[in-house]
């Protein structure tokens, strides 16, 4: 059973950078597709980024394209997502998820990857 592990959330201000980190127990980064998805009080769970198993193709959401960037770290089996230029509609707790057989459409899906993290929050205020 693959156990995901998050952490790097907290306070921030608008403008400011979080690095956020994901590591897997009972797994290797590089055999799952590793995403992040975020919920905020009230809101959907939505995607933010996502990193493929294969090839290491990374994927983003409109609302953090340019501004977060995932990576994996294979020598510390640790996915990343760096966060920057931050803004207030950025606060959420922030979920990391890993599937084994998440198909190219479906990395947007939360309902496509089979285990998850119990969440990390994200606060950026002022």
């Known amino acids: 059973q693959v156990q995901l592990m998050e952490s790097g959330g907290g306070l921030v201000r608008p403008g400011g950078s979080l690095r956020l980190s994901c590591t897997p127990s009972?797994?290797?980064?590089?055999?799952?597709?590793v995403g992040w998805f975020r919920q905020a009080p009230g809101k959907e769970r939505e995607f933010v980024a996502t990193?493929?198993?294969?090839?290491?193709?990374?994927y983003y959401s409109d609302s953090v394209k340019g501004r977060f960037t995932i990576s994996r770290d294979n020598a510390k089996n640790t996915v990343h997502l760096q966060m920057d230029t931050l803004i207030i509609e950025d606060t959420a707790v922030y979920y990391c998820?890993?599937?084994?057989?998440?198909?190219?459409?479906?990395?947007?899906?939360?309902?496509?990857?089979?285990?998850w993290g119990q969440g990390t929050q994200v606060t950026v205020a002022s």
């Open positions: 009972g797994g290797s980064v590089r055999d799952y597709t």
């Open positions: 998820a890993a599937g084994a057989g998440v198909i190219l459409s479906d990395v947007r899906r939360p309902g496509r990857y089979n285990y």
């Open positions: 990193i493929r198993r294969n090839g290491g193709h990374t």
